[in-house]
């Protein structure tokens, strides 16, 4: 998947695709955004959008303290059913 140029509707339309990839990288515990795309090897910019997207629909939340960098960490909500 090439990172370069990638039209925003495209990368929103990866996130049923990411998905499953980020709540994995959650499974062991909060992460930033960086510490994220570091996980699953695709460029912050990109998964600040599948984030976002995530915690619109109470997928993940984030955790109220900012890191020492200015960061919030999100982790994976229980869901019923899923």
Request: a negative charge; zero cysteines.
């Given at each position: 998947?090439?990172?370069?140029?990638?039209d925003?509707?495209?990368?929103?339309?990866?996130?049923?695709?990411?998905?499953?990839?980020?709540?994995?990288?959650?499974?062991?515990?909060?992460?930033?955004?960086?510490?994220?795309?570091?996980?699953?090897?695709?460029?912050s910019?990109?998964?600040?959008?599948?984030?976002?997207?995530?915690?619109?629909?109470?997928?993940?939340?984030?955790?109220?303290?900012?890191?020492d960098?200015?960061?919030?960490?999100?982790?994976?909500?229980?869901?019923?059913?899923?």
């Amino acid at each position: 998947m090439s990172t370069i140029n990638r039209d925003v509707r495209e990368i929103v339309r990866d996130e049923h695709i990411m998905r499953p990839r980020i709540l994995a990288a959650l499974a062991d515990g909060p992460l930033t955004i960086p510490e994220i795309a570091a996980v699953i090897g695709r460029p912050s910019h990109e998964v600040t959008f599948w984030v976002m997207g995530m915690r619109k629909y109470g997928w993940i939340a984030e955790i109220k303290e900012v890191t020492d960098e200015g960061y919030y960490r999100y982790q994976a909500v229980e869901r019923e059913g899923v």
